[in-house]
């Protein structure tokens, strides 16, 4: 995907400011990167079909990716997704949607019922190897076009966090290869979503006890990855940033 310079960004805060355009990916986000693997991966072993338990942009990754290899897909939504995305992935995806639980965690719980029932592969949000190096991807392309476009190596990556599977992606991409200097990762998430945040400051997993109340459904997390959070601890140099849904909203403006 692209690798555009923002100039009123790098105007406004004295840095040289790239955008990854990972919003042009087929399903509209980084998440085919590894979870396109992770699907390849299962039907290569065997499988023919899988099961998705994400209303987000997993979830549409994973009907996509079973929908090019010729698989089929369920994902299954707990009752607090929107009509629309349900709509989306049965329209224009052609996935099964099947409605289980109040929460994730029990739509979840309902997708690995069924994946063993089936015989079909699991496809999990953010968690696995597969899905980690192939999120790490994407730290290799913009290593790549920074030195084709004549720019300095990266020394900062700005990213979206929920349960941490691109994080992960980032801090695998950067550690694979030698670099100059050291490399921040500012992880941000918003109020109501904040759970990697919270867990960073108590150095385990924190879960948010009224779940995920930010407006930002699809990014949110109740509980993020202990395996994540433990990689952020060790490297040292993950910065948590939390902001408003207001804030969030008017940046997008």
Same mark, same amino acid.
């Given at each position: 995907?692209?690798?555009?310079?923002?100039?009123?960004?790098?105007?406004?805060?004295?840095?040289?400011?790239?955008?990854?355009?990972?919003?042009?990916?087929?399903?509209?986000?980084?998440?085919?990167?590894?979870?396109? *693997?992770?699907?390849? +991966?299962?039907?290569?072993?065997?499988? $023919?079909?899988? !099961?998705?338990?994400? =209303? /987000?942009?997993?979830? #549409?990754?994973?009907?996509?990716?079973?929908?090019?290899?010729?698989?089929?897909?369920?994902?299954?939504?707990?009752?607090?997704?929107?009509?629309?995305?349900?709509?989306?992935?049965?329209?224009?995806?052609?996935?099964?949607?099947?409605?289980?639980?109040?929460?994730?965690?029990?739509?979840?719980?309902?997708?690995?019922?069924?994946?063993?029932?089936?015989?079909?592969?699991?496809?999990?949000?953010?968690?696995?190897?597969?899905?980690?190096?192939?999120?790490?991807?994407?730290?290799?392309?913009?290593? *790549?076009?920074?030195? +084709?476009?004549?720019?300095?190596?990266? $020394?900062?990556? !700005?990213?979206?966090? =929920? /349960?941490?599977?691109? #994080?992960?992606?980032?801090?695998?991409?950067?550690?694979?290869?030698?670099?100059?200097?050291?490399?921040?990762?500012?992880?941000?998430?918003?109020?109501?979503?904040?759970?990697?945040?919270?867990?960073?400051?108590?150095?385990?997993?924190?879960?948010?006890?009224?779940?995920?109340?930010?407006?930002?459904?699809?990014?949110?997390?109740?509980?993020?990855?202990?395996?994540?959070?433990?990689?952020?601890?060790?490297?040292?140099?993950?910065?948590?940033?939390?902001?408003?849904?207001?804030?969030?909203?008017? *940046?997008?403006?």
């Amino acid at each position: 995907t692209p690798l555009v310079r923002s100039a009123p960004l790098s105007a406004k805060l004295g840095a040289e400011v790239f955008l990854k355009m990972d919003c042009f990916q087929p399903s509209g986000s980084f998440k085919l990167r590894g979870i396109g *693997a992770a699907v390849k +991966e299962l039907v290569d072993a065997g499988a $023919d079909g899988v !099961v998705s338990s994400s =209303g /987000g942009n997993a979830g #549409l990754a994973t009907a996509h990716a079973a929908r090019a290899l010729g698989v089929a897909c369920t994902v299954v939504l707990p009752t607090t997704t929107p009509a629309s995305v349900k709509a989306k992935l049965e329209s224009e995806y052609g996935a099964e949607v099947r409605v289980e639980g109040g929460v994730w965690d029990e739509a979840n719980a309902a997708a690995e019922a069924l994946a063993e029932e089936t015989g079909r592969g699991l496809v999990h949000p953010f968690e696995g190897e597969t899905t980690w190096a192939g999120h790490a991807s994407l730290v290799e392309e913009v290593d *790549a076009q920074l030195a +084709e476009q004549g720019a300095p190596p990266v $020394d900062a990556f !700005v990213t979206c966090v =929920g /349960g941490g599977g691109l #994080l992960m992606g980032i801090l695998q991409g950067i550690e694979r290869v030698e670099r100059p200097g050291p490399v921040r990762v500012v992880a941000a998430e918003t109020k109501g979503a904040d759970s990697f945040a919270r867990s960073m400051r108590r150095g385990r997993p924190h879960t948010l006890e009224d779940g995920v109340t930010s407006i930002a459904k699809s990014l949110g997390a109740a509980t993020p990855s202990a395996t994540v959070l433990e990689a952020a601890l060790r490297y040292g140099r993950v910065q948590p940033h939390v902001v408003s849904d207001a804030d969030a909203v008017r *940046a997008c403006l």
